[in-house]
């Protein structure tokens, strides 16, 4: 998780290397706009014979593929953090609700 409090069972054994994968995956979210620029990059290769002299070296199918493979890894990234926010919201909506029914109760 990239900010909230981690509960008991979360860091230990599995949980734990759960929170490792996820802390690293949000660090990666932004990989896709990497890849999209790295592949920007590799398609103005076609448009100009000048960037195509320059890009020459990087312009393989292996660099078109990592271009690829970033974005799809930005992509995962992003839904994960998207979901973990989900998860923090979906828990303090709930702490907001139970303190509105004490709340009631003393009113």
Same mark, same amino acid.
């Given at each position: 998780m990239t900010g909230g409090a981690v509960s008991k069972a979360q860091t230990s054994g599995l949980g734990a290397l759960w929170v490792a994968v996820v802390k690293l995956l949000a660090r990666l979210r932004y990989l896709g706009l990497?890849?999209?620029a790295l592949e920007w990059l590799l398609e103005a290769s076609h448009a100009s014979s000048r960037m195509h002299k320059i890009l020459h070296s990087i312009n393989t199918p292996k660099v078109h593929l990592l271009a690829i493979s @970033? /974005?799809?890894a930005g992509h995962?990234?992003? =839904?994960? =953090?998207?979901?973990e926010e989900n998860h923090h919201q979906e828990a303090h909506l709930h702490e907001l609700r @139970?303190? /509105?029914q004490k709340?009631?109760? +003393? +009113?």
């Open positions: 990497l890849g999209y @970033m /974005v799809l995962i990234a992003e =839904h994960l =953090h998207q979901e @139970m303190e /509105v709340l009631r109760k +003393a +009113a």
